[in-house]
């Protein structure tokens, strides 16, 4: 966003500037230098927009997240799930919490209660988390299915 800012003070100040007797070259040159601040603003555009991720695997969930490493939570250590504006937050049984931004709910719709894709993608996790707790628990305690005779 400060990029954006920056880009369109550089405009207006370029457009203050140019009287009738600056010169074009220097108009130009002006509007020129202004290429690469806003190739860097499509660049984070897109990183933003392109890039999240988050991947449901038979036992963890995968976050990439824009300027953030990609993260692998097993769904055994997964504690609570919660949509909102900013994403998916998935509070780890460490304590932790990782937005998955990949699936966002937008602030209207959690202001009026509606249910929406992010809330379906939370419940999906839920149910996966959930079945995964049961094995896990029914591995450790040695009750897993019993062998066919």
Do not use: H
Not at 1 to 11: A, D, K, P, Q
Not at 132 to 146: H, R, Y
């Amino acid at each position: 966003m400060s990029l954006l800012f920056l880009g369109l003070l550089s405009v207006i100040v370029v457009l203050l500037l140019d009287t009738r007797d600056t010169p074009v070259i220097t108009t130009v040159l002006s509007f020129i230098a202004l290429i690469p601040l806003m190739t860097a603003a499509a660049v984070k555009c897109m990183l933003m927009s392109v890039r999240p991720l988050l991947r449901l695997t038979d036992d963890a969930v995968v976050v990439r997240n824009p300027y953030e490493r990609t993260r692998q939570i097993p769904l055994v250590e997964i504690m609570d799930l919660s949509a909102g504006s900013s994403g998916i937050e998935i509070t780890t049984t460490r304590g932790t919490t990782v937005v998955a931004w990949a699936v966002q709910k937008s602030n209207l719709a959690q202001w009026l209660g509606w249910q929406t894709r992010a809330d379906m993608v939370t419940r999906k996790l839920g149910d996966a988390v959930a079945a995964a707790q049961v094995e896990s628990s029914n591995n450790a305690s040695g009750g897993g299915t019993p062998a066919p005779e």
